[in-house]
């Protein structure tokens, strides 16, 4: 028993020397060469490693210089990985929102030029005379999906108000209407139904499809924008420092073949990336609303199919008022008095430019196309699927850049850099997000300091899931658009349109969010060397017991 216990007395009493020793300085000068290293190189011998700050202070080749520059360059490439990751991300959201928003606009421009062409086919020089009626309600069709800042109901109701008056008229050219006897017509409109159930129906088929298409069209847009503003990282001193021992500490040491362990790599990239992961709740919550809203698309709310027909639907309505255009006179006249019959010229100027249309089928050779010959149903099908792949983004990206074949050894638990040798790493992953950091072992967390930037997407993130979720219902929305604020668009005439930046109103505190105050604590991440002194600690420490129970017996 004394021999082994004089065996690990010896052991204990030896330096602890992991399995450092460069074989020379060499394989670092070449590997610094093609990246352009500024400074000071390599020491062509070893040297002792006390004057390194992060790297285990071993024999190694690296001076404080290096070190230094060896951190900033890990920085670098941690950033822009994690920029080029997103970059995919942000990509998709711009590329779809580009593609609706050409979608709807060439879609209500198609469908203005149809009722044009087929009114002044069936109508002629009536509707030539009359067609800034319907001007108008494309042109408010067109400023509701640009900037929203209109009532749907209240314009259609405008609309076919208007269109009462200009009817009644070309019905009844043989008398005189004042403004006041046309606004007496108004009041009559609910009892009267002079265009049928069309007016009902199209309403509600229009504000639906309106509010989801451009609903839809926004939640990508600021899908692209909260990609754009988190994807840019700056790592924390902290981070920094976990970077470069992870990366490039190896290398110091004559380690280059070796990648580090991946639950390491892991570690390093939950703690580094903390922050990000914060974000997957609200994502995913927005994600799951935009699919809701893409199932109406392609159902009740599809604007396509409302936009479509509205030429024909406008016009049956029109047909809806000549055919009944008797018995809503009588109406009317009964309702608001009779009114001043016109005489000489001005009656038969009036009576020349009545409502007498030539109807006939139209049925054009080629109705217009939408935007890149596409059509709604096969846009939200390619934009689901997107959207699916996008869910749980956040909390997977550590996962993505340790997957990456130069950042972690794969499924490999031996033979593995774990931040002190190339041995195993012995640490279990740690969860997501910034309150699960408490306890990394690889990286030092403050938790009690989220990043505001953040932060203030999770806002953008919650309210424009809401303002989704509205639109799924039906319910009209309510952005406001930095175009309210007059100019500042790109081109020098003001911001138009759904690309202006959206300005949503909220006060963030410096307050950490949902988490409750804590002392900042700092911990120390283990090495193997000390768990190895502490194991051979205990092996002598057993053999003085059993000794001294021999001695006593």
Not at 27 to 42: N, Q, T
Not at 210 to 230: D, Y
Not at 426 to 449: C, E, H, R, S, Y
Not at 469 to 485: I, L, P
Request: aromatic share 8%; charged share 20%; with cysteine.
């Amino acid at each position: 028993m004394f021999p082994l216990c004089a065996l690990a007395l010896a052991l204990l009493c030896q330096p602890a020397r992991p399995d450092l020793q460069p074989r020379n300085c060499s394989e670092l000068a070449k590997l610094l060469s093609p990246r352009r290293h500024d400074g000071p190189g390599p020491s062509r011998d070893l040297a002792a490693g006390d004057h390194l700050k992060v790297c285990p202070q071993l024999h190694t080749c690296c001076t404080s210089e290096m070190e230094e520059k060896l951190s900033q360059q890990s920085q670098q490439e941690f950033s822009k990985e994690v920029l080029d990751t997103s970059n995919g991300l942000h990509s998709t959201f711009a590329s779809r929102y580009k593609k609706f928003d050409e979608f709807f606009k060439e879609l209500v421009n198609n469908a203005e030029k149809s009722l044009n062409d087929m009114f002044v086919h069936t109508y002629g020089m009536v509707y030539k005379k009359n067609a800034d009626v319907f001007q108008d309600l494309f042109k408010e069709l067109k400023k509701y999906y640009m900037s929203g800042n209109l009532n749907l109901e209240d314009m259609l109701n405008d609309f076919w108000a208007r269109l009462l008056e200009r009817m009644f008229r070309l019905i009844n050219p043989q008398y005189h209407f004042t403004e006041e006897y046309l606004d007496c017509i108004s009041k009559y409109t609910e009892q009267l139904k002079p265009f049928g159930d069309v007016p009902r129906k199209l309403k509600l088929q229009v504000t639906r499809a309106f509010i989801a298409a451009r609903t839809f069209a926004q939640g990508l847009r600021v899908a692209r924008e909260v990609v754009s503003k988190v994807s840019t990282v700056n790592p924390t001193t902290e981070c920094a420092d976990a970077l470069l021992k992870m990366t490039y500490c190896p290398h110091c040491h004559g380690i280059f073949a070796v990648k580090p362990c991946n639950n390491y790599c892991l570690n390093v990239m939950k703690g580094c990336l903390a922050n990000l992961a914060d974000l997957d709740i609200e994502w995913n919550n927005f994600i799951d609303a935009m699919l809701m809203v893409a199932e109406r698309l392609e159902g009740p709310f599809n604007i396509e199919s409302v936009m479509d027909p509205i030429d024909v639907k406008i016009s049956e309505a029109i047909m809806t008022m000549q055919e009944n255009s008797m018995q809503i006179s009588q109406k009317v006249f009964q309702g608001c008095g009779k009114p001043k019959s016109l005489s000489g010229s001005r009656l038969t100027r009036s009576v020349s430019d009545g409502f007498n249309p030539r109807f006939r089928p139209y049925s054009p050779e080629e109705r217009p196309t939408t935007a890149a010959g596409t059509s709604l149903d096969r846009l939200v099908t390619d934009v689901k699927e997107k959207l699916k792949n996008a869910k749980k983004f956040w909390s997977t990206l550590p996962y993505n850049m340790c997957s990456n074949s130069s950042s972690a050894a794969g499924l490999e638990e031996d033979g593995c850099w774990n931040g002190s040798n190339s041995s195993r790493y012995n640490f279990a992953v740690t969860g997501n997000g910034l309150a699960n950091q408490l306890n990394n072992p690889a990286v030092q967390v403050d938790i009690t300091k989220p990043d505001m930037v953040i932060r203030r997407q999770i806002m953008v993130l919650q309210i424009m899931t809401n303002k989704i979720k509205n639109a799924y219902h039906g319910n009209d929305v309510t952005f406001h658009d930095a175009s309210d604020e007059g100019s500042g668009g790109e081109s020098g005439s003001g911001c138009i349109g759904l690309d202006c930046h959206l300005e949503f109103t909220f006060t963030i505190t410096d307050s950490p969010l949902l988490l409750a105050p804590l002392e900042p604590k700092k911990i120390k991440p283990s090495n193997s060397a000390c768990r190895s002194n502490l194991s051979q600690l205990i092996l002598v420490v057993s053999c003085f017991i059993i000794a001294l129970h021999l001695s006593f017996r």
